[in-house]
């Protein structure tokens, strides 16, 4: 079992910036993908950022070069920079971990996918709201 807790959200202007944490707890070695989610009220669930083992990203095209997820394996924790914060992203941010991976036979690498029923453990939430 892992635990996620993640903190860093809250009030931001437009344009500002905010740094998002994942503490990560209990069995952090059978972890291969990490990611952010977020859902805003109304709304459906929004994949935003994923990690694999080998600490490549991908990242949806909404949040594409304005935000960057990181991780420290010494501390066990994620982040997720937002740089350039607009009203739309504000939402609910989530962490998830999983131990599902893809192979693929072609380039010889794992990677990961962003569906939500790949991750089997969640964080709380944080809430991250950005006003005009």
């Known amino acids: 079992q892992v635990q996620l807790v993640e903190s860093g959200g809250g009030p931001v202007q437009s344009g500002g910036s905010l740094r998002l944490s994942c503490a990560a707890s209990?069995?952090?070695?059978?972890?291969?993908?990490m990611g952010w989610f977020r859902q805003a009220p109304g709304k459906e669930r929004e994949w935003v950022a994923l990690?694999?083992?080998?600490?490549?990203?991908n990242y949806a095209i909404s949040v594409k070069g304005r935000f960057a997820t990181s991780r420290d394996n010494a501390k066990n924790t994620l982040y997720l920079q937002m740089n350039s914060l607009k009203p739309e992203d504000t939402a609910m941010y989530y962490c998830?971990?999983?131990?599902?991976?893809?192979?693929?036979?072609?380039?010889?690498?794992?990677?990961?996918?962003?569906?939500?029923?790949?991750?089997?453990?969640w964080g709380q939430g944080t809430q991250v709201t950005v006003s005009s």
């Open positions: 990690l694999d083992r080998s600490s490549n990203t």
């Open positions: 998830a971990a999983g131990s599902k991976e893809y192979y693929s036979d072609d380039s010889g690498i794992y990677y990961c996918v962003a569906n939500p029923s790949d991750f089997s453990s």
């Open positions: 209990g069995d952090t070695a059978s972890i291969r993908c």
